[in-house]
């Protein structure tokens, strides 16, 4: 079993930066898939960005590539993923959760199901 526990949500302005951040309880297996998605208020969770084991692969949705960048720490016990978000809009406000375990690969970053791991969360508010 993976625990994941994100961190680092906060509130800013349109235009600001944030970095989330989600401390594994071990390390990524080979060819898993790690990935970040958000939910908002009464909306589905929906994909953010993702990120293969070895940190060299990276997937994003659409609407953030270019400001969202998602990457990999690894430490000697566990690894950290993070998500630096930049120019950071309204409509990116939710609250973002880490998911990992994806072993079907990133043609399936996108499905919530792929992933056996999730974090609780954390929120991200952006003001206009």
């Known amino acids: 079993q993976v625990q994941l526990v994100e961190s680092g949500g906060g509130r800013v302005q349109t235009g600001g930066t944030l970095r989330v951040s989600c401390a594994a309880s071990?390390?990524?297996?080979?060819?898993?898939?790690a990935a970040w998605f958000r939910q908002a208020p009464g909306k589905d969770r929906e994909f953010v960005a993702a990120?293969?084991?070895?940190?060299?692969?990276?997937?994003?949705a659409d609407g953030v590539e270019g400001r969202f960048d998602i990457s990999i720490d690894t430490g000697n016990a566990a690894d950290t993923i993070n998500l630096q978000m930049n120019n950071l809009e309204p409509e990116d406000t939710g609250v973002y959760y880490c998911?990992?375990?994806?072993?079907?690969?990133?043609?399936?970053?996108?499905?919530?199901?792929?992933?056996?791991?999730w974090g609780r969360g954390t929120q991200v508010t952006v003001s206009s």
């Open positions: 990120i293969k084991a070895g940190g060299t692969v990276v997937h994003y």
């Open positions: 998911a990992t375990g994806n072993r079907l690969g990133l043609p399936y970053a996108d499905r919530t199901a792929a992933y056996p791991f």
């Open positions: 071990g390390h990524m297996q080979n060819n898993d898939v």
